[in-house]
């Protein structure tokens, strides 16, 4: 077998047809099978699942764990090669397998590969920016990358860093051998870049490939965001060596919050849309774009805040 689908599932009725149906689809060379694992799915989840004959395996909700699930995911896998691939995330095209495979297949110096996204059609224009100017988010746009020396990795700045170890298990394909030497760590948010980081500083590299794209996106709520942008940041602060002392950062924050806005506004005024489409959107960022630094900010000083603020601040 040459891969192993894995889809993390809990009520996913809303997109799992679509995105089983579009696998069911796709025109490769290669050997594959589905496996769901399902976090006890009150909706027509496994009913599909089942019409795509899919391997269902399911758990307790409390027994599901970012990496702790995936990492049982590739236990289960038959596939010398385990993609993950989010319930609500449709594969474009039917090449998207073929493409993140072959990629992977291509080059035996990779452990991994992601691949791109699009937003839907109903997503917010500021987000929509987000997943389409911020798809290159490697560093100098390369498409593969490789941690060659170590120390000089760790004296990047943050940003530079975060940039170099930018992995997303919501679309990827990762060699089975690799996983059972660097398998995931139980935490409960920010799994993947962790993973990539331990990954990379080990030796191996990792690619992005545009071609396999998958539509994907959410419309948070405000109180979301909050809660993603402050988990983000003690994430960040905790595994990333995320710089939270000093004037220097949080001027660094603003201007880059200045960037944002400017980058959102020449956006949003060249979609055709109706005045009052864009002004309305145009305010709406500048709100939600505050919320997210200001949240990062406490994030990062979660350490100084008492414990139940920040429990409640979290996202997870």
């Known amino acids: 077998m040459d891969a192993s689908v894995i889809i993390l599932t809990r009520d996913a009725g809303a997109f799992i047809e679509k995105t089983l149906k579009t696998l069911s689809e ?20 496994l009913d599909v699942a089942k019409k795509y004959a899919a391997r269902i395996y399911q758990i307790h909700p409390s027994d599901f764990g970012h990496g702790r699930t995936r990492n049982m995911g590739f236990k289960l896998a038959s596939g ?14 039917v090449h998207w397998l073929q493409n993140i495979l072959t990629a992977l297949f291509n080059d035996p110096r990779l452990a991994a590969v992601y691949g791109g996204s699009v937003p ?11 997943i389409i100017q911020g798809e290159w988010r490697n560093p100098e746009g390369n498409r593969v990358i490789f941690i060659n020396n ?29 996983l059972e030497k660097i398998p995931f760590k139980n935490i409960s948010f920010g799994e993947d870049v962790e993973w990539s ?12 490939v545009p071609e396999a794209r998958v539509e994907h996106s959410h419309n948070y709520s405000v109180i979301e965001t909050m809660k993603r942008y402050f988990t983000d940041a003690k994430f ?21 919050l200045g960037n944002v806005f400017l980058l959102d506004t020449r956006y949003i005024l060249a979609l055709d849309k109706s005045l009052s489409y864009k002004i309305y959107w145009i305010i709406f960022a500048v ?23 920040s429990k409640r601040l979290s996202y997870c």
Not at 163 to 174: D, L, S
Not at 239 to 255: A, E, R
Not at 287 to 309: D, N, T, W
Request: some cysteine.
């Open 80 to 93: 010398r090669v385990v993609i993950y691939l989010n319930g609500d995330a449709i594969p474009i095209g």
């Open 287 to 309: 709100f939600v774009r505050c919320v997210q630094s200001f949240s990062f900010y406490l994030g990062a000083h979660y350490k100084a805040l008492p414990e139940f603020i």
């Open 236 to 256: 960040c602060r905790d595994f990333l060596d995320y710089p939270h002392n000093g004037k220097k950062n949080f001027l660094s924050q603003i201007h880059s």
């Open 120 to 130: 839907r059609q109903d997503c917010h224009p500021h987000l929509a920016r987000d």
């Open 197 to 208: 980081q331990r990954v990379l500083l080990a030796g191996y590299g990792i690619a992005f």
């Open 26 to 45: 796709q025109i490769t060379d290669f050997t594959n099978e589905i496996i769901i694992i399902d976090s006890s799915s009150t909706d027509k989840t």
């Open 150 to 178: 170590a120390s000089e990795f760790r004296n990047k700045e943050f940003h530079e860093r975060r940039r170099w170890v930018a992995f997303t298990t919501m679309n990827c394909a990762i060699r089975k051998e690799t």
